[in-house]
């Protein structure tokens, strides 16, 4: 990870992902594809081969750098999967849609250090972790020795119970500083290509959401690029009184605020909408 201004508009990170460089002068979408019947929006969507590889293209050809699946669903009270069944789901998905898309950056969703080694060796390109290696001491290690890309999350208590009264005395200081001690960690183990995520509805009421949303630039302090992943989640539901089906509006607006507080990846569910954004905050910023 390398920047040229740590703070501020003007910033410029780059990631080394499967030996070339990913730079984030202008920010790029992360794409969703979930292989699980009970995520909180797309669950079940992504069910035959067909399906899968129809949602991968859509996003690619709307424009995704990164495509990230996940085969276990971590909304509030979702139910535990084993690593066999997480395994099952993933590793042969990740070679299908590789044998399609050769080229495609795969990011998987998982808290567990063996399906990380189990990805990363089927061909994918980055692991995204909602625990920031909280549910798995072996995950820092891992990503030492696999020399991949890391999405460092934060999160209080476990999908299980982390909306029960989820509580900070100032949010925006203890993830920070949560986070920053992980970084060091990392840091101590040789691994530098880390990217950061505030993990918006992970131990967080949506007030916490909010204040992070518009502090989002602080984070610009710990010197790596940044991910905001709210695409049609709670946060916005419970503002505009919608359901996830009917949240892409308050998702494309949301997303806005992120990119015009210094984002560099959107999270998303809907690629053609997030580019849009990017296209309209990049003019806007440039002219």
Known sequence: MTTDNHFGKGRKYSINCKGGLISFEQPKVMGIVNLTPDSFYDGGKNFTNKQILKSVEQHLTSGATF????????????????????????????????????????????????????????GAALINDISGGDFDEKMFETIHSLQVPYVLMHIQGNPQNMQVNPNYNNVVQEVQLKL?????????????????????????????????????????????PILVGVSRKSMINKVLKTKPENALNGTTVANTIALLNGANILRVHDTKEAMQAIKIVTELQNA
């Open 67 to 122: 495509i990230d699946l996940g085969a276990v669903s971590t909304k509030p009270g979702a139910a535990e999967v084993s690593q066999i069944e997480e395994s099952k789901r993933l590793i042969p998905t990740i070679e299908m849609i590789l044998n399609e898309f050769k080229d495609v950056l795969i990011s998987v969703d998982t808290f567990r250090s063996d399906i990380a080694y189990q990805a990363i060796q089927a």
């Open 180 to 224: 920053s001690e992980k970084l060091r960690k990392l840091s101590l183990l040789g691994v530098n290509d880390v990217i950061l995520d505030m993990g918006f509805g992970f131990g967080k009421t949506v007030e916490h959401n909010y204040k992070l949303l518009k502090e989002l630039e602080q984070f610009h302090l710990l010197y790596c």
